[in-house]
């Protein structure tokens, strides 16, 4: 079938595209990810300066297209990173950009997370005389995190999906090599619908998976509602 | 001070905004005294039981457990959060942790015993209040009597000096109250200090040996329950006590 | 660029216009998103069988790829169909504007989809049940009774919604869209690359006055529309 044959021709270069691509993903999510706890945690227990510098940030990143954040990353930074011999490569920006956004947006996920978290455990375990920081550790973080696993695995095919945006600033993923292919061969339906099928293909697959997660790590008695 | 005054509590004030919610609150417990507190809803005698273990620090007043000042800056409160046993009105167990989990982590997490000998004694607890077959059930497993009688047994694992009971019934069907209260009373009668904030004037009647009520952040009157019950000398007291009768029952 | 104060009125007068594209791009798209979603949701809800299952096969497709692909798809791709079928001449050509509020709005149909099947499927059954009882047609219970309610309980989903397709609107660039971030580059071009931070600041921060005004709104719209003791936790 000519198509078939036009797949794998492409199959290649579509490939590298897709390494970059989950690439793209994972490591945004992940270092997201790390960032995000911390900061998180102190947007929602502290009071003071730093708890307004994360709402800032969080606010900023959320309210603002990921495409004009790539953009001002990637054609802005270089602007006074230059300067100080930093070159601002596709990679540097797509992964700063990914990142950034990424650890907004879970930021604001595991807040729901913690927040479904009774005040009065966190009474109780006072009471028991544990301090602030074994709290969080014992009894916050384990409960918080395994209640924003939903919102996070949103998260993670959500990031698949936007990492295409990398096209706009020359990162080598899916859809820049996409483009190009297309062009080259002159086959823009076949192209892009082959990249549509690879990426809900993807989708669907994180999906499968994350639900598993999610059971596996349920608490017992809060299971989320499931749409039929 | 006294070496059997357990608790003793001094004009104590909390204020939310404009609200004074605890107006001047004084009061002692002596060691194995079971004192119960009753009065209006929103009076502030949850945030009294608050103000005593600082999950809510007065805004003046001082608190002593013995001869420890609670209220005093210095004093290290997780060392002393140990020594008093808080009981919440929804539970409040952690839910991600099995009953018997509950019960041990206070003891390797805080008192830094052993896991074993953690273990050992957080089972004997919960035999205490009848839980011991139901310990590997999570939270969202038990019945709220037996949520509540593990908050009980995770309390007392600690070997506080005094228990703090707030409204430990008051989020329990009907039903419920009885296997709760059952614990409560073994506890007194074994000895136990306890403060009790409760409409169950039957537990206070039963082991009860003082009696306190409260109201706009006063206390209006105190003594013995069944004298208070009988013939309390306020006037607002004897209303207050028609009320509850009449949906609680003596 | 002989004189700034011209050239400042000049992109500011630019930029105007693209946040007006931009409003306007998004408010078309959420709008079509609307008017598909809301079938798609009461067909897979009520719908038979082999209905539900191509609805989910739209919903799955639509969801799962990024709406720069389908805007491509919708684009380039429609263009130069014939070829699949050994028929270069043969076209669909859509112009941007169509291309691009039918890729965002195709796009956001699914998600609509999705945010009003879950609060249909929040409305008690009862609700329906009562309805009939009192000799409602099946899809007069259904509209009357169960929808109305869930499109009252579906507006902080679709707050979100619309605040997502408002960050989605920059791709259209792609297409020549002359909305904010085409102007921003217009101007920069044109300034032959001295001005940047200059212009997408004010861009970034519009970007956030049009997001704040969007939630704004929807929260205003939600207040208005109170059911007293009917209330979702709101974010």
Redesign the interface.
């Known amino acids: 079938m000519e198509l078939l044959d036009y797949f794998i021709t492409i199959a290649p270069v579509l490939g590298k595209g897709l390494v970059f691509t989950l690439l793209f993903t994972f490591v945004g999510m992940i270092v997201g990810f790390f960032m995000a706890v911390p900061l998180c945690l102190i947007n929602l227990y502290t009071h003071g300066f730093w708890k307004k510098v994360v709402t800032g940030y969080v606010?900023?990143i959320?309210?603002?297209?990921?495409?004009?954040q790539l953009?001002?990353i990637y054609?802005?930074f270089p602007?006074f990173l230059l300067p100080l011999g930093i070159t601002v490569t596709p990679y540097f920006a797509a992964f700063l950009g990914f990142i950034l956004n990424s650890a907004a947006y879970q930021i604001e996920y595991m807040k729901g997370g913690f927040k479904a978290?009774?005040y009065?455990?966190i009474?109780?375990?006072?009471?028991?005389?544990?301090?602030r920081w074994?709290t969080v550790i014992?009894?916050l973080l384990?409960?918080g995190l395994?209640f924003s696993i939903p919102a996070l695995s949103n998260e993670l095919i959500y990031l698949l999906?936007?990492t295409?945006?990398g096209?706009?600033i020359q990162a080598p993923e899916l859809?820049t090599q996409?483009?190009e292919l297309?062009s080259t061969h002159?086959?823009?339906?076949?192209t892009?619908?082959i990249?549509?099928f690879i990426?809900?293909?993807f989708?669907?697959l994180l999906s499968k998976i994350s639900d598993m997660v999610d059971e596996k790590l349920r608490?017992?008695?809060?299971a989320p509602?499931k749409?039929? | 001070m006294d070496k059997d005054t357990v608790l003793t509590v001094k004009d104590v004030v909390k204020e939310f905004g404009t609200n004074r919610v605890l107006d001047g609150i004084s009061f002692e417990v002596k060691r194995g005294e079971v004192v119960v507190i009753i009065g209006p809803s929103g009076t502030g005698k949850s945030t009294l039981l608050r103000c005593i273990n600082q999950l809510t620090p007065p805004n003046e007043g001082r608190v002593w457990l013995g001869d420890r000042e609670i209220t005093d800056k210095n004093t290290n409160i997780n060392q002393i959060r140990q020594d008093i046993g808080f009981v919440f009105q929804h539970f409040a167990l952690f839910n991600h942790l099995t009953a018997l989990d509950n019960v041990e982590v206070g003891l390797y997490k805080v008192k830094k015993m052993s896991r074993e000998d953690a273990r050992k004694k957080a089972i004997a607890e919960l035999e205490r209040v009848g839980l011991k077959d139901h310990m590997e059930k999570f939270p969202a497993e038990l019945s709220g009597g037996q949520q509540q009688r593990v908050g009980i047994a995770r309390a007392l694992a600690m070997d506080p000096q005094i228990m703090l009971f707030d409204e430990p019934t008051s989020a329990l069907d009907p039903e419920l109250t009885g296997e709760v209260l059952n614990v409560m009373k073994d506890l007194a009668k074994a000895g136990m200090t306890m403060v009790v904030v409760s409409h169950e004037i039957g537990f206070a009647r039963s082991v009860g040996h003082r009696m306190i009520f409260m109201e706009d952040g006063h206390i209006v009157e105190e003594g013995d329950p069944e004298m208070i019950l009988r013939s309390a000398k306020k006037e607002r007291t004897r209303e207050f006590l028609h009320k509850i009768t009449e949906l609680y029952g003596g | 660029m002989e004189n700034l104060g011209e050239f400042i009125l000049y992109s500011v007068l630019a930029i105007g216009k693209g946040a007006l594209v931009t409003i306007v791009v998004t408010v078309v798209s959420l709008l079509l998103g609307f008017l598909l979603g809301v079938p798609l949701a009461i067909g897979r809800t009520y719908g038979s069988r082999p209905v539900s299952f191509l609805i989910q096969l739209y919903e799955g497709f639509f969801r799962g790829t990024p709406h720069i692909v389908t805007l491509f798809i919708f684009y380039f791709g429609l263009r130069h169909v014939g070829e699949l079928f050994g028929n270069p001449a043969f076209q669909i050509a859509i112009p941007p504007f169509p291309a691009a509020v039918l890729a965002l709005g195709i796009t956001s149909s699914a998600y609509q989809s999705l945010i009003f099947r879950s609060t249909i499927q929040s409305i008690s059954r009862d609700q329906y049940n009562a309805a009939r009882s009192l000799g409602m047609t099946k899809w007069q219970a259904i509209i009357n009774i169960v929808f109305i309610q869930a499109l009252r309980l579906s507006i902080p989903g679709l707050t979100n919604e619309a605040t997502i397709v408002l960050k989605d609107s920059p791709i259209t660039y792609l297409v020549a869209i002359p909305e904010m971030l085409t102007q921003a580059r217009g101007i920069i071009d044109s300034a032959m690359g001295k001005v940047f931070f200059e212009v997408l600041i004010p861009v970034s921060l519009l970007y956030y006055l049009l997001f704040w005004l969007s939630n704004k709104l929807f929260f205003m719209l939600d207040d208005k529309l109170k059911i007293p003791g009917f209330e979702l936790e709101r974010r």
């Open positions: 606010e900023l959320r309210g603002t297209p990921l495409l004009v953009y001002i054609y802005g602007k978290i009774s009065e455990q009474e109780a375990s006072q009471s028991l005389g544990m301090s074994e014992t009894i384990p409960q395994r999906k936007y295409s945006l096209f706009v859809m996409a483009k297309a002159a086959r823009y339906m076949e892009y619908l990249v549509a990426y809900v293909f989708t669907f608490i017992p008695g809060f509602e749409i039929r």
